[in-house]
């Protein structure tokens, strides 16, 4: 099946080997990485995580995401969703990938790694992260393969794949839960420090990963001579409509929580990252535009002829995914050490080989997302033909 | 690497006869048992005062910031990071500080009081608590920063990944990072006239480190290197003994701790 | 067979790639290192006699430190008690490379012909060197 990907037209071997370039280049910053150390990077004592681990958490989040497909499909029998069903596990797969990669490029010592299997320590929310996304990648393979293969063969999904289909629901949510423990059970880090962490990531999640999802659905949808069906496609605007007002509505609990309680360690790093702090605040500009983005794809989604219009369809999800990625993609993790332990303030700035080697993770997601994707259309293709 | 494979795999194999974490889920069970129930010989018993089995220690810092002025500050500071070979990067980026000072604002931020203008302002010297619930060790997913029954929050730079877990989870901002090799700047260093402790090892790049309560030198039977050199300000024993220096102290003065509403339990005593 | 001829091209290829580090390095081994013995402390020993005697020294040595490293370390446990019953103080730098402070000719050179690099000395170093 995967000598799919191996046939394809001049543009597709195109962006195949920009995708090759630019991880090209990030591998060489890594190696560069390697050799000096995370001193290259943009990171301090201060500010102890930036980039990768700010684009860990989103894509955890993006990989959760492919649950709002799986689940109408399988527990609600959505036939609208039989099609692009694998496209959610195929997505989730890439997400996934880019997660442990972002992981691998944070440690100091990454040689070590395996002391992680080494010295088991479930005191550790690190130590479920672990077991939870490996896990999630796995189960994601076997159920996206095994139904794409048994569509292609034009028989129904052998039963044995029907339980790793149920549990990766539960699963899928496991993931972000543990993401969002990871922060929020951190003493002294207010900004971290909330209940409806896990919650919040969740919605945020399920506004992403099915943002993105329409975003490619409604690309492929252009190109190629599969049609994933413009219903499908609308019931999950529509999902991303309700996850993002979640989202936005826990996002304004945490403002109200800080804001009326007047509690100084509570208020402080939501003043830094929309008023300015101190005279900081160089992310203010990027947060408050992540409300207004924000608000504006919640717009388009709740009225009905603009979500059904194709271009406004795509920019309120280009919308969501641009404004959930500012507010945990950078805000979330930056502002968590912002003020530090001592409520004096350091700021953040990637430098060029982090940012190069995040943009190289970015493009491997890219490239599993296209071959993947070549894949599944080609079955797709074979199927209507 | 290859006795690190060879331990791997015997470990990857029992870990799968017992299931997934045998110690582990046994420390998750009952945390510090595992620990506590190690050989423990050896160490510091003069220091201690020939405590024998079944007493229990626990280590505590005093330090009595009304005696505290810059001088001794920076014999202090100075003598602590040459006996631990720690570099002096001197930028606030990759330095990294076992034991430093700042003023009483930024070390109690949640008590400041604008009018105490006997506080506010003064210089404090800051260092790792060694919590006796120490939010590092809950979250470090090896084991590489790890209580000892004594109370001290070791940490073991061979196991160490470099994850920085620990570093956002201090309240106290008690951890460095090593972002570049520290070789590197003490061979600079050494240079320009630098003298090393050729008895304490340096640090290698991509490992967490932080203030050890000098257990290389307890172990000698000898006091923190702090205490030595600043007998009038450092106090050094243990909690644990109601008749301990410490304890004799503690009943007599005013004292402070950081972050006391987080349930973390530091050891470290401001005396004022 | 479809492709006969570029499969055997193929194989050939790869069967030359693989067997070139063999056929290069053929015919001159390295002499196997002798660890050299030969500094001040050891030679003013009475009974030149490791903690452990040699051969267990040569064959486990790696294990020997490593739990030497975690008794020290984990358990604070700084005494060695060898099989006659000796003490011994628990330290890389302090003990072992106090008698063996030629690491260079002891044991960089094992390891060198080995093609091991141990990680102690990332943060261990020789006290007796004048480089870190």
Redesign the interface.
Known sequence: MIEKALKGSSVYWGWIIFLLCIIGAGFMAYLYQLK????I?G????I??GVYIAQFTYFVGVAAGGVMVVIPKYLHHYSKYAKIVVFGEFLAIAAVVMCLLF?IV??????????????????????YD??VLNGYLLLNIICGYNTLLADKKGVPCPGWVKPFIYISIPWAISIHTVTAF??A?????HFWLTAIMAPRFLASAFAAGPALLIMILLFVRRVTKFDPGMDAIQTLAKTVCYAMITNLFFMGCEFFTAYYSQIP?HMHTLDYLFRGLHGYGELVPFMRAAIVIGLFGVFLLLVPPIRRNTKWLAVAAASVFVATWIDKGVGLVIG??IP?????I?EYHPTLPEITIATAIWGVGALIVTVLYKVAISVREQQAA | ?SM?RR??LK??GL?TLVG???K??F??LR?GTVEAEMNHEGHGKEAHGEKDAGSKIRWAMLIDVMALNKEKIEKIVHTCHHIHNVPNWGD????I?WIWE?EY???F??SYNEYNDILNGMPFLLMCNHCDNP?CV???????TFRRPDGIVAQDYH???????C???????SR??????PRVHLEQEIAQGRKLNKRFPTRM????EKCNFCVERLAEGKQPGCVEVAPDVMFFGNLADPNSNVRKILKERISLRR?LE???KPSVFYLI | MYDAGKVVIGLAIFACIFLFPFLYNHGSAAPQPKPSLDTPAIKALPQKKCVEDTKFMITTHMQFLNDWRDQALRDGNRWYVNKEGKKVWISLQNTCLKCHSNKKEFCDKCHNYAGVDPYCWDCHYDPNGSKL
């Open positions: 000096v150390g995370l001193g990077t990171m301090s004592r201060d102890s995580w992981i944070d440690i100091g010592q990454p040689m070590r790694m395996l002391n992680v299997l080494l010295h088991p320590t479930p005191h550790s929310m690190l130590f672990m077991i990871l922060y059970g951190l003493p002294g880090r360690g968590g050490f530090n332990p001592f409520e004096t350091t | 690497m690190d331990k791997f470990a990857a870990t997934l974490g045998g582990g889920v420390e998750l945390p606030p980026k990759n330095e500080k700042d604002e930024h070390v931020p949640d939010p809950r979250v470090c997913p090896v084991q590489a196991r160490c990944i470099g994850c920085r877990f570093m956002a989870a201090c309240p106290y901002g460095s990072f090593n972002w570049l090799d790049r991509g490992v967490v972050k987080l349930g973390t």
